[in-house]
């Protein structure tokens, strides 16, 4: 049970989906321990960066919602992702927009790692999620503020992440070879 308790952070329905053989539908941690383990050590509240609900299930309802608006999700890295398959899970009807030819943002990146096959387990059931939620995806499709605009939506949410920081060794810390 102990070793369960980063993974029942990231999805809490991991035992019935895995009752049910639905192991595809399970949320994956990727043993980051930044929200959990980091955070109990600092006496801080403990949630999961996969899961943001986790430990604030009740100030993130999860009831349909009373009036369904139109989304616009700009970026399909983990946030877009994310927020776009929990609103459409709660009957808004949401595109998401991605201006790369796939899903996945930094996780992509953070993916190639060695080691870090976990990510590609979550980037797996994010795209699962979107599909399950019948979220609108639309590759390659950078709006413009415009568009957006004019496009119907009733809210935009930009999720467009950042750009990574280029890291440069100082000369005097490069080995010589």
Request: charged share 20%.
């Amino acid at each position: 049970m102990v070793s369960m308790a980063r993974p029942f952070l990231a999805d809490p329905a991991f035992v019935r989906k895995a009752r049910l053989g639905q192991a595809q539908r399970i949320n994956t941690c990727i043993a980051c321990n930044q929200a959990c383990l980091d955070r109990s050590f600092k006496h801080e509240n403990v949630s999961c960066l996969v899961n943001p609900r986790a430990a604030h299930e009740i100030e993130y309802g999860d009831a349909p919602a009373r009036v369904p608006k139109r989304i616009a999700v700009v970026g399909a890295g983990a946030a877009g992702m994310n927020f776009a398959f929990s609103a459409a899970a709660r009957g808004h009807q949401v595109t998401l927009f991605e201006a790369s030819n796939q899903l996945g943002g930094q996780l992509l990146m953070a993916s190639i790692i060695p080691e870090k096959g976990e990510f590609r387990e979550m980037l797996r059931y994010f795209a699962g999620r979107l599909a399950e939620e019948k979220v609108d995806v639309r590759l390659h499709t950078a709006p413009t503020a415009r568009q957006l605009v004019s496009g119907d939506f009733d809210v935009v949410v930009i999720a467009t992440g950042v750009r990574p920081a280029k890291f440069r060794y100082p000369a005097t810390i490069i080995p010589k070879c």
